[in-house]
């Protein structure tokens, strides 16, 4: 092989990580965020036909990139054909209870039906990564609209746009990649919970599990680049943290490599402990390794007022491209 030819060998291997970084835009984001937290959805309430249109729509986009689903029809006979599946085979359906007062003495079963997504790209290795986000929120109450922006539309919008980067980079991962979008975390993590015992590879190939949940606002998260990148760990270590990053069950030398690759990030952050509060929980009392985002609380959580105007585009961007370049290093 010449030099020349080397060198443009390089140029390649080089490009192609960048090129699948390009999916992801603010502009894709804006368009995604906004349709899942808008009236239309009306917030997304598990069981509801906004949860189900969300549903639909994310299992249209993880048919557009060409991810494997969960249920590929098999016809034995031609004629007549089945039923298509539901959500193009993405669905992963399940159901809970509770019960309401019927009366004096009486009490009324309730059965809920809702859906996780979920949808996968083949790796060279059956060992997997599952990136994770819940796409359902409070639906209405009192009236009014709970669009849950933030919580968690983003982190949604973040799982589409690295299942679109990972699918379109023409370049098969080394693991297997699994993106689960679940549903009924409001009501008790019921989705991630479904998941794990029924999960789409399993559960003991799973190498990581990365959760994003109420990811759009992270402060200063449009200061990338030349200050990013010139500001040393120590320095950037010493400012409040914007972003806080969960952490269980992993080695030591993954642990250097989330704080390695955010040295080209504007990120500051403590690695803490996972709590029990979001979808990483099933996965981390079962022993497997978990990175959870999260860009803190704010007063319009779990209220009617977390609306798309408050999102960070550019932060929400930056932490997804991040998220694409660890799993990459991964």
């Known amino acids: ?30 368009a995604i965020l906004s349709y899942l937290a808008s009236d239309e959805l009306e917030g997304r309430g598990t ?37 298509p599946i539901d959500g193009h085979g993405y669905f992963q359906h399940f159901n809970y209870h509770y019960s309401v007062r019927a009366g004096w003495f009486r009490r009324r079963r309730v059965t809920i039906d809702t859906t996780n997504v979920v949808g996968v ?20 109450r009192g009236g009014r609209i709970y669009n849950g922006a933030d919580d968690n539309a983003s982190g949604t919008t973040a799982l589409l746009e690295l299942a679109e980067a990972f699918a379109k980079s023409g370049k098969k991962p080394k693991y297997t990649l699994v993106f689960a979008a679940f549903s009924a975390e409001e009501v008790g993590l019921l989705g991630s919970r479904y998941y794990v015992n029924y999960p789409a590879v399993p559960l003991k190939n799973h190498n990581l599990m990365i959760n994003m949940d109420m990811v759009g606002r992270l402060r200063n998260g449009n200061v990338r680049g030349i200050v990013g990148r010139a500001m040393g760990r120590n320095q950037r270590d010493r400012l409040n943290p914007v972003l806080n990053l969960q952490s269980g069950n992993l080695s030591r030398r993954t642990k250097d490599l989330v ?11 403590n690695l803490t402990m996972a709590g029990w509060r979001s979808d990483h929980a099933e996965f981390n009392s079962q022993g497997i390794p978990v990175l959870f985002f999260h860009t803190g609380g704010h007063p319009q ?26 799993a990459n290093e991964l």
């Not at 092989?1 to 804006?30: C, G, H, N």
Request: hydrophobic residues 40%.
């Open 47 to 83: 069981g509801k036909e906004g949860n189900w249109k969300a549903a639909r729509f994310i299992a249209e986009r993880f048919k557009e990139y060409g991810l494997r689903p969960l249920y590929v029809p098999v016809y034995i006979q031609p004629v007549p054909l089945p039923p």
């Open 259 to 269: 704080h390695k690759v955010a040295e080209g990030y504007p990120f500051s952050f």
């Open 1 to 30: 092989m010449s030099r020349l030819s080397y060198i443009l060998f390089l140029l390649l291997l080089v490009k192609i990580p960048l090129q699948a970084e390009e999916k992801i835009t603010k502009e894709d984001s804006k």
């Open 301 to 326: 959580y779990h209220e009617p007022t977390d609306d798309e105007h408050l999102i960070n585009y550019d932060g929400l961007v930056e932490l997804t491209k991040y998220i694409f370049e660890l």
């Open 121 to 140: 790209l083949q790796g060279e290795s059956d060992r997997c990564i599952l990136f994770g986000a819940h796409f359902d929120h409070l639906g209405i």
